[in-house]
Structure formats: structure tokens, C-alpha cells
């Protein structure tokens, strides 16, 4: 970390800590979960298109802080990138479907076989694959500002591959599924891309030039988002809880099921992750393209695989648990994605010809997630 620490600034003691409080959320969540599991259920069923409305309101809490640093006017110099974007959608549309595919098979429906209910195994493995298929949206940018990524970057990295799902999602799910037909919850995709992109980044947006109309409008923003740093965490430790909170009963009643299909969804994550990583380096993208590349590259747009998975094979089916096993895991296992992320940052820059964070990226402060 010799060479990342130059580069840090005063941190809170929250942020300092984060993997330990993401560590106590998830037991708080699954304890409370199963103490008032009534409160939980009600939360629950807060819902549009399977979206849940007050994870959205915390979602919008988390991505606000990082969508108030871009400049839209600068997206036109997002295709000095165009290495790091084609490596993103390499990955997410020709990699990471036939990757969990070969994992969900091996790991599903031979390895731990015997281990799993027999009416479910193909279940499972779809419910694998929906997921996979489905790229994350709102927070990549989370993952982006926790490792100092070029965030004109990510906002075109994400908003790419929305448009690309649209038209890719329901032909590759049906490739490897088998379906003739799948039934895509559109009311969910394009909801989600309203609620997590659309208007967060119109509120961020306007926020921000009324505080550069101001005087001394750049000093101003930087105080706000200094301030508004807090907040964007504490929302995503909220979502943990909540998540958790959830599918506490679920953990409890399962947990040698979730652990299975965790192994593949863990594996696929740091292999996807990697790649991209790896192939960033190999064609000599900044580190602030490379490491939001490999995150958008690991995460998944679990709403969309969810409702997908329930859609398809019903509410009770193994496709809609392998999905949600999916979204329990996502947070705690993006956060050790950053970390690795971050701590490569000086070997990544020593390949010659990659340009240093402190020119791609001078004005971004990571927050330090170790320690």
C-alpha cells in the first residue's frame, strides 16, 4: 500500500473499518430478521416491478454522492477510454454468462449434486445464469468511488450496457437456457433504469451546477460531497441490514444450500473481476478504467435476474434462490473485490505505458477499505 497512501486523505473512522461493519450488518440483519421478521416482511412488499422502494430511496442515497462529481459536459472524453469499455463489454456479454454457465454445471450439477434436491438442480443452474446475464447498474458507482474510478467513465460504462440489455439479455439467457421463449420483466429493467440512473442523475446534476452558480460554487461542492460522503455509506450498511433482513429465515432454514450456490457465484466474481482486470493492464488502460471496468465486468443487476427467475420458474423455485443468494452475497464480495483493486494499484502501474492515477484521476479520493 506504499505507494496508494500518498494519496489518501484524513479518513473517518467508518470508513476506516467498513469491512468490520459490513461484517456486523450482516449479523444484525439476519438477528433481526429473525426478531421481527413481521417489520421485515412489510418492508418487503414496498414494492414496484419487484423493485423495493426503500432500498431504492437508500440506493439513491449511496450513488448521489458520486453522480454529483460528473460533469456531463466531459462525457465526450470518455472514448479516450474506448480500451477499457471494449475489454467492460467483452467480459460482461462474451465472458461472464458462459463462464457461470460452466460453473453452475460443474459445481451444481456434479459436484455437489448428491447434496442438493434433485427436482431443483436445473433450476439452479438457470437461476445461475439469469444472474450472470444481467450487469450491474446503480452500484457500480459505489464500487467506482470506493477505488477511485474515472466516474465520466463508469456513468457511459453503465449507461452502454443498459442499452445492450436490452436487446442482448433475453437471447443469451434463452442460448444457454434452452428457452424458446423468455419472458423478460420489462416493466422492471426499464424501471430500474429510471429510478437507479435516470433520476439520480438528474438530481445529481442539477445539484451540482446550482452549487457551481454560487460564489465560490467549486469550494462549495467540495464540501458537499465531503459531507455527503457519511451518508453514502451509511446507506449501503442500511441496505445490508435490510437485505439480510429479509432472507434472515431463509439463511437460518438453508444455509448448506446458499453455501453451495455461493461457490459458484464467488468464483465467477473474483475470475470475471480478474480477467478484466488483467486484460486492462495487457492493452494499458489507466487504473481509474481498469478497476471500475472489473467491477461493472463481477456485478450483477439483481432485480432484474430476480424477477427474471420468478417470472420464469415461479416465486418458490431454486432459479429465484440461486438469484437471491446472488444479492446476498454481492455487497460483502464487491467490497473484497475493491480491496484487491486497490492494493494492486502500484504493481498495475509499474506495466509501462499505463498512465497514473494521479493524471487520470487527481481530483477522486478513494476511501480506504482495510484496517
Known amino acids: 500500500m506504499g505507494e496508494d497512501s500518498k494519496d489518501n486523505v484524513e479518513i473517518g473512522f467508518v470508513e476506516r473499518y467498513l469491512t468490520v461493519w459490513v461484517a456486523l450488518c450482516i449479523l444484525v440483519g439476519i438477528a433481526l430478521g429473525q426478531l421481527f421478521p413481521g417489520v421485515f416482511q412489510y418492508i418487503g412488499r414496498i414494492e414496484a ?11 439513491w442515497l449511496m450513488i448521489i454522492p458520486m453522480l454529483i462529481k460528473i460533469d456531463l459536459r466531459q462525457l465526450e472524453g470518455v472514448k479516450k477510454y474506448w480500451r477499457g469499455v471494449g475489454v467492460t463489454l467483452f467480459v460482461n456479454w462474451a465472458v461472464k454468462p458462459f463462464s457461470m454457465a460452466l460453473l453452475g454445471w460443474f459445481f451444481i450439477a456434479y459436484l455437489f449434486r448428491d447434496s442438493l434436491p434433485a427436482g431443483q438442480i436445473d433450476s439452479y443452474i438457470a437461476g445461475l445464469v439469469i444472474l450472470a446475464a444481467a450487469p450491474c447498474t446503480a452500484m457500480v458507482f459505489v464500487w467506482s468511488h470506493l477505488m477511485r474510478g474515472e466516474p465520466h467513465f463508469t456513468l457511459s460504462q453503465v449507461a452502454l450496457n443498459d442499452v445492450i440489455m436490452v436487446f442482448a439479455f433475453a437471447p443469451i439467457v434463452a442460448l444457454l437456457l434452452g428457452l424458446s421463449s423468455i419472458t423478460v420483466p420489462w416493466d422492471t429493467l426499464l424501471l430500474s433504469v429510471l429510478l437507479y440512473i435516470v433520476v439520480p442523475l438528474i438530481v ?45 429465515k431463509q439463511i437460518i432454514a438453508e444455509p448448506l444450500i446458499i453455501a453451495i450456490l455461493a461457490v459458484p457465484i464467488l468464483i465467477q466474481v473474483f475470475f470475471n473481476s480478474g480477467l478484466a482486470y488483467l486484460l486492462n493492464r495487457q492493452v494499458r488502460s489507466p487504473h481509474c478504467v481498469a478497476g471500475p471496468s472489473a467491477l461493472i465486468g463481477a456485478s450483477n443487476f439483481f432485480e432484474l435476474a430476480v424477477a427474471t427467475a420468478i417470472a420464469l420458474f415461479g416465486f418458490e423455485s431454486g432459479a429465484a434462490l440461486a438469484t437471491v443468494v446472488g444479492v446476498l452475497i454481492e455487497v460483502p464480495v464487491m467490497l473484497a473485490a475493491v480491496k484487491v483493486v486497490n492494493r494492486t494499484r502500484g504493481w498495475y502501474e509499474r506495466r509501462e505505458g499505463v498512465v497514473p492515477t494521479s493524471k487520470c484521476c487527481p481530483t477522486v479520493t478513494p476511501l480506504n477499505t482495510s484496517p
Do not use: D, K, M, Y
Open 49 to 59: 416491478a419487484h423493485i423495493n422502494l426503500p432500498v431504492a430511496v437508500l440506493v
Open 204 to 248: 445529481a446534476n442539477l445539484w451540482r451546477r446550482n452549487l457551481l452558480r454560487r460564489e465560490n460554487g467549486q469550494a462549495q461542492l467540495e464540501r458537499v460531497i465531503t459531507r455527503l460522503g457519511p451518508i453514502s455509506i451509511g446507506a449501503l450498511l442500511a441496505t445490508l441490514i435490510l437485505l439480510f433482513g429479509f432472507q434472515g
